[in-house]
């Protein structure tokens, strides 16, 4: 598929299945408070965040000036469909509607220490993720992985669903060692995973 294909298919998707809000919440509460207690604020890159539901949960848990506030979430997202219909209206929330390939778009260059993703990267292929993984901004020092992977291989013929992703969480965690990042929780198809520099004094919640 090439990227207009993409595009064309997941805002077919909206109409056929518009509730997409499938995020394990007291994983991913557990997660930013874990951040909170680390570094304070964050500013939250977002990849696939549909239409923002989970950062219209999030949010506000983490507004308390001094303590910990989500100073910006950045969705970043394939379908234009979902902007009339965004759940999310923080004003530190902000959609991404993406035109090209997230890695083309220079979010690189932006200043995030989150990296937050949720049923999205069995979306795209293994080039696709290698890439992806290979431009995260030098500032994230946490990550959260959310996906439907095995440990192996993915095979997901037969399944009615858009995934195509066949690397399993085995190259995913590889992937993001090179990177520079360890995995520090694990759980059901949630994964956390915490910069080199940082795992020392991170929380050790894995499991």
Partial sequence: ???AEKKAFYNEQELLYPDQSHWNKEL????????????????????????GSTANAV?????????????????YDI??????KTECNESVYNVQIINDYIWNTGFHKKI???????????????????????????????????SPL???V????????????????????????????????SRDDVKWFIKHSMFRGAIDMES
Avoid at 31 to 51: P, R, T
Wanted: proline share 2%.
């Fill in 1 to 3: 598929m090439t990227f």
């Fill in 28 to 51: 991913t509460y557990e997660f930013f408070i874990n951040v909170q207690h680390a570094d304070c604020d964050m500013s939250v890159l977002e990849f696939g965040g549909w239409k």
């Fill in 59 to 75: 949010i506000p848990e983490f507004d308390v000036q001094d303590y910990g506030m989500i100073l910006c979430w950045d969705n």
């Fill in 79 to 84: 379908c234009d469909a979902c902007i009339p």
């Fill in 112 to 146: 995030y220490n989150v990296f937050y993703a949720v049923h999205a990267i069995e979306h795209i292929d293994n080039e696709e993720l290698e890439k992806l993984i290979n431009t995260i901004p030098e500032s994230v020092d946490w990550i959260y992985l959310e």
């Fill in 150 to 152: 095995r440990d192996d």
């Fill in 154 to 185: 993915c095979d997901w013929t037969g399944r009615n669903n858009a995934h195509v992703l066949t690397y399993g969480w085995n190259k995913v965690i590889d992937l993001l060692k090179k990177k520079g990042y360890d995995m520090n929780f």
